[in-house]
């Protein structure tokens, strides 16, 4: 949440520095120009003034800081409302010479330049976020970059591993129709064996017999 908040707040810097920046040129513009820049910082209020309420919700939702938070909050409102009376002054021509008449000038340049101070702060303090977060964004891309090498070169020794197995698969069956082969041939020799020497058993049998029937 708390992270979340800082998000909103250098949000909240970027808007009101352009805020500031598009009243400068609303009090030194006349005419259309003058016009488009009331248009331009309207709709930057517009936007700030939403960021302010999820701001607002975002810390009722916090378990811690609350008090900090809130506070920061009833500040920012205070400024957006400062920086909306400095547009309508604007709007209605009243320069910095005007100013020094009214006896405010020292204290509303005292108030901007302490304003654009906390802006470029923030606006500072996002820049090294965002460039830390692209340095992150580089490491993580080398480090898949990485990994897809290496699952290449994963993937290339399991094809070799199945190449391999293909190869000594043929081999196992070209061995095992071999010693089938051999089996039938031995099957085959038994039988023959077997053949032979029935065949010479009743041979001798039957000798036996025609000698003893003769002797008789």
Do not use: C, P, W
Not at 119 to 126: F, Y
Not at 186 to 211: E, P
């Amino acid at each position: 949440m708390a992270s979340l908040i800082e998000t909103y707040e250098q949000q909240y810097a970027t808007l009101t520095a352009e805020i500031t920046h598009n009243i400068n040129n609303i009090s030194s513009t006349r005419g259309a120009e003058k016009q488009k820049y009331v248009r331009q910082v309207e709709k930057l209020f517009d936007e700030a003034k939403e960021l302010l309420e999820q701001m607002e919700l975002e810390v009722k939702d916090l378990t811690t800081d609350r008090q900090k938070y809130k506070t920061r909050v009833k500040s920012y409102q205070v400024e957006l409302t400062k920086l909306e009376t400095d547009v309508r002054r604007a709007k209605l021509g009243i320069d910095s010479s005007r100013d020094e008449l009214l006896g405010d000038d020292t204290h509303d340049s005292e108030d901007q330049r302490r304003r654009l101070l906390d802006n470029t702060e923030m606006l500072d303090r996002a820049t090294r976020r965002i460039e830390h977060g692209y340095k992150v964004t580089l490491e993580t891309e080398q480090i898949g970059a990485q990994v897809i090498e290496d699952l290449s070169n994963q993937r290339e020794s399991i094809q070799r591993s199945r190449s391999r197995l293909g190869e000594m698969n043929a081999n196992l069956g070209k061995s095992s129709r071999l010693l089938s082969g051999m089996m039938k041939r031995i099957i085959q020799n038994r039988i023959l064996l077997i053949g032979i020497g029935l065949i010479l058993l009743i041979v001798i049998v039957v000798a036996i017999y025609f000698m003893v029937r003769k002797n008789s």
